[in-house]
């Protein structure tokens, strides 16, 4: 379930704004946006996820955050979850782009 993540660029959703030094995606904030419990992944999933989207690291920074729409803890009879790369607006408000896949 990947959806064009070129589109998404294209409206700004995630900027290809580089990071000197590049930025480790397993920094990432993974949040449930049902219950806003922070999600914890083993090491590496993060990165494996992104890379089967099409999603470059150089295309994020530490004002994105991954949203799962849904966790084992709130939603324990699912198995997939769709996630969503969002950046925090200046205001600290998350914007809400398209799913780009699932967990
Ligand atoms: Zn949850």
Not at 7 to 14: I, P
Not at 19 to 32: H, Q, S, T, Y
Not at 72 to 79: I, V, Y
Not at 82 to 90: M, Y
């Amino acid at each position: 379930m990947i959806h064009d993540i070129e589109a998404l660029f294209r409206r700004g959703v995630l900027s290809e704004r580089l990071f000197a030094g590049g930025f480790d995606p397993e920094l990432l904030f993974v949040e449930c946006h049902k219950c806003s419990r922070p999600i914890f992944w083993e090491k590496g999933r993060t990165t494996h996820i992104l890379q089967d989207a099409g999603i470059s690291v150089r295309d994020l920074d530490e004002r994105c955050m991954i949203m799962s729409h849904g966790c084992p803890q709130c939603s324990p009879e699912e198995t997939e979850f769709e996630l969503q790369v969002v950046r925090l607006a200046p205001e600290g408000e998350p914007s809400l782009p398209d799913v780009f896949g699932t967990a």
